[in-house]
């Protein structure tokens, strides 16, 4: 602990940060300092930052851990520069904390937090960051966002403990990485139609409008203070079928979320039933049925499809 702690232990590791979709830009000073063209010969960190027109990008940070460390002490002292750089005009008498988010698997956050919050507890109170690790995982992956905030010794003193975590409780098992998606296009309905918004131009959209028709055909919604039993959007005039579909038991958590709150969310919303498999020993997969009238099951797909 104490050489990784000092920087002094020659163990390369990666560590990836979520930041907003201009971080090039933002990073461009930290990104040309830490990434010569010798960089691997004079073992300092590589940074990569993922491309495409996303809302978030991926910071990917490889090398021996005091290169990492340096490259984020740079990272915070960029982020404390700008904050400083937008106060100078502003009203705003409190200095906000500099914050980043880490990307780190499911599989390790439990060591993260220790026994009772015991770990995550000792961290906070040894480092005087605030450490804030999400309940969910993030969508379509097997990792969880780890938030840090407070003064940029603070942080990197955070980062140096959060290391020797990763680097005592690897990963286990496979870890679907988080892949940020472009941000999806406005959608307007009109006349019966759906448009998606590109620039000035509304364009139809086939696929929506033939799922919005159907929607407004059987209403998936229970009227504000209805207590129906059974499931709302479906009557006895309404004929009902199933289907099934196969999702991964590693995404099965996005569909489910905590407590069930995204699988109800789904339900009420379709008006469809679902029902969830229990786990099978061996299979990688877990067997979903939606059942409902052709409405019901189109939107609880799509929506299943959209988590």
């Known amino acids: 602990d104490t050489k990784v702690a000092e920087g002094g232990l020659n163990v390369t590791l990666t560590i990836r940060l979520l930041m907003h979709g201009k971080v090039k830009h933002f990073l461009l000073p930290v990104y040309c300092a830490s990434v010569p063209n010798s960089s691997?010969?004079?073992?300092?960190?590589?940074?990569?930052?993922?491309?495409?027109?996303?809302?978030?990008?991926?910071?990917?940070?490889t090398g021996p851990t005091d290169a990492i460390f340096k490259a984020f002490?740079?990272?915070?002292?960029?982020?404390?520069?700008?904050?400083?750089?937008?106060?100078?005009?502003?009203?705003?008498?409190?200095?906000?904390?500099v914050t980043l988010r880490l990307v780190v698997?499911?599989?390790?956050?439990?060591?993260?937090i220790g026994k009772g919050g015991s770990k995550i507890k000792e961290i906070r109170e040894s480092t005087g960051a605030q450490v804030q690790v999400a309940g969910d995982m993030l969508?379509?992956?097997?990792?969880?966002?780890v938030t840090i905030s407070g003064t940029p010794d603070a942080i990197i003193q955070c980062v140096k403990q959060i290391c020797v975590v990763m680097?005592?409780?690897p990963p286990k098992g496979a870890t679907i990485p988080y892949r940020p998606k472009p941000a999806s296009a406005p959608i307007i309905f009109a006349g019966g139609q759906a448009?998606?918004?590109?620039?000035?131009?509304a364009i139809p959209h086939p696929d929506l409008t033939k799922l919005h028709q159907l929607a407004m055909q059987h209403p998936p919604?229970?009227?504000?203070?209805?207590?129906?039993?059974?499931f709302p959007g479906l009557d006895a005039t309404t004929p009902?079928?199933?289907?099934?579909?196969?999702?991964?038991?590693?995404?099965?958590?996005?569909?489910?979320?905590?407590?069930?709150?995204?699988?109800?969310?789904?339900?009420?919303?379709?008006?469809?039933?679902?029902?969830?498999?229990?786990?099978?020993e061996g299979s990688a997969e877990r067997q979903v049925t939606i059942t409902g009238s052709p409405a019901n099951i189109s939107l609880a797909q799509y929506l299943i499809n959209a988590r």
């Not at 010969?41 to 809302?55: D, L, T, V, Y």
């Not at 969508?139 to 966002?145: H, K």
């Not at 919604?221 to 059974?230: A, D, E, K, R, W």
């Not at 996005?254 to 969310?265: P, T, Y």
């Open 221 to 230: 919604f229970t009227p504000l203070g209805q207590t129906t039993p059974g």
């Open 195 to 201: 448009f998606t918004i590109q620039g000035q131009y």
């Open 240 to 280: 009902t079928s199933s289907h099934e579909l196969t999702i991964p038991n590693d995404l099965i958590g996005c569909i489910i979320g905590r407590q069930g709150s995204k699988i109800n969310e789904i339900r009420q919303m379709s008006g469809a039933q679902i029902k969830i498999a229990n786990a099978t």
């Open 139 to 145: 969508p379509n992956s097997t990792e969880r966002a």
């Open 105 to 112: 698997p499911a599989s390790q956050c439990g060591s993260l």
């Open 40 to 61: 691997i010969e004079r073992g300092g960190a590589r940074i990569n930052i993922s491309e495409g027109s996303c809302p978030e990008r991926i910071v990917t940070i």
């Open 73 to 97: 002490s740079m990272i915070a002292l960029k982020f404390e520069e700008d904050i400083n750089t937008s106060m100078t005009n502003s009203t705003v008498t409190s200095k906000p904390p």
């Open 167 to 169: 680097l005592e409780s």
